[in-house]
């Protein structure tokens, strides 16, 4: 799992372009609820070693965030081959992540 966010963020067209199951966390290392989230995201994702979580710095004109339309963090984007299979925004519970992973790597 990343643990800093990338400043740097992929081009739209990159990540669509992407092959297999991708999570994008778009958040800041300065929220409140991105570092209280930090804990159930690591647990979620480590059951799925395979999964590529992207870990990406956001805010307002950041191209990235904008074209997935996310307006809270952390929003987590689940993905498989480059298509948006699930979403989840504030995670309160590791629940709420597992099924959106099932969905993009059934074989955890």
Known sequence: ??????????????VDALAGATVIEFGTPWCGWC?????????????????????????????LGRSFRVKLWPTLVFMKDGQEIGRVTRPA?????????ERIDPRG
């Open 1 to 14: 799992m990343n643990t800093i966010y990338a400043q740097t963020e992929p081009s739209r067209a990159d």
């Open 35 to 63: 570092r209280a989230a930090q804990p159930l995201i690591a647990g979620a994702l480590s059951g799925h070693p395979q999964v590529r979580h992207l870990k990406i710095e956001d805010g307002p004109g950041q191209p």
């Open 93 to 101: 519970n590791l629940d709420q992540l597992r099924e959106p992973l």
